[in-house]
């Protein structure tokens, strides 16, 4: 079965540092992207960032770069995000997810898209 | 970046409606749209990719339509486990972006 295990909830103060992780199981770790989506409380869903595993390339979405580094280990099928300094707006759940690559022979170009998700870390930044 | 757009924001619906949900890009994303399903509580589930292809194991009453940038998700029946969130996503940038989500309640 494939699945991507998030681990457990945080409790940090301002000013913390932090790093949450998300490993893959039941397929090639280093064949599929890893997204990284943010979720505040009551609100939708936020494309944050993503890495391909097997060379550790990522992009940012505007909003977070340089507010948090996504990185990943590729021999231990795991994914990280982390923030170096919390603030109390990133309380929130976060999600990692993977994506699935499309080929479209029209464009000759791939396509990805997030076909599983973990369950969700939640990040609570409190003084 | 492409913004997404869904209409309406909440919609009260009775077992056995039929419900549409639409989602509007900015610009032209052909049809790399995907829609998930989101339940209190829970991780987003992958219903339909590339617009109108429903992912393995995800009922028939759940179908998308739509290119360009006009899209529609549609539940032919719904039933008392379709009460969630419904978000679409266009992925034809690596810039991926969410409609800010349509809420199906009971009626």
């Known amino acids: 079965e494939v699945q991507l295990v998030q681990s457990g909830a945080e409790v940090k103060k301002p000013g913390e540092s932090l790093r949450i992780s998300c490993k893959g199981s039941?397929?090639?770790?280093?064949?599929?992207?890893i997204s990284w989506v943010r979720q505040m409380p009551g609100k939708g869903l936020e494309w944050m960032g993503r890495?391909?595993?097997?060379?550790?390339?990522?992009n940012y979405s505007p909003s977070f770069q340089g507010h948090v580094t996504i990185s990943a280990d590729k021999s231990i099928s795991t994914a990280y995000l982390q923030w170096s300094s919390l603030k109390a707006s990133d309380t929130a759940m976060y999600y990692c997810?993977?994506?699935?690559?499309?080929?479209?022979?029209?464009?000759?170009?791939?396509?990805?898209?997030?076909?599983?998700w973990g369950k969700g870390t939640t990040v609570t930044v409190s003084s | 970046d492409i913004q997404m757009t869904q209409s309406p924001s909440t919609l009260s619906a009775s077992v056995g409606d039929r419900v549409t949900i639409t989602c509007r890009a900015s610009?032209?994303?052909?049809?790399?749209l995907a829609w998930y399903q989101q339940k209190p509580g829970k991780a987003p589930k992958l219903l339909i990719y590339k617009a109108s292809s429903l992912e393995s194991g995800v009922p028939s009453r759940f179908s998308g339509s739509g290119s360009g940038t006009e899209f529609t998700l549609t539940i032919s029946s719904l039933q008392p486990d379709d009460f969630a969130t419904y978000y679409c996503q266009q992925y034809n940038s690596s810039d991926w972006t969410f409609g800010q989500g349509t809420k199906v309640e009971i009626k």
């Open positions: 997810a993977r994506h699935r690559r499309h080929y479209d022979i029209l464009t000759w170009g791939y396509y990805y898209y997030m076909d599983v």
């Open positions: 610009q032209s994303i052909s049809s790399w």
């Open positions: 039941g397929y090639s770790f280093t064949s599929y992207w």
């Open positions: 890495i391909d595993p097997s060379d550790s390339y990522t």
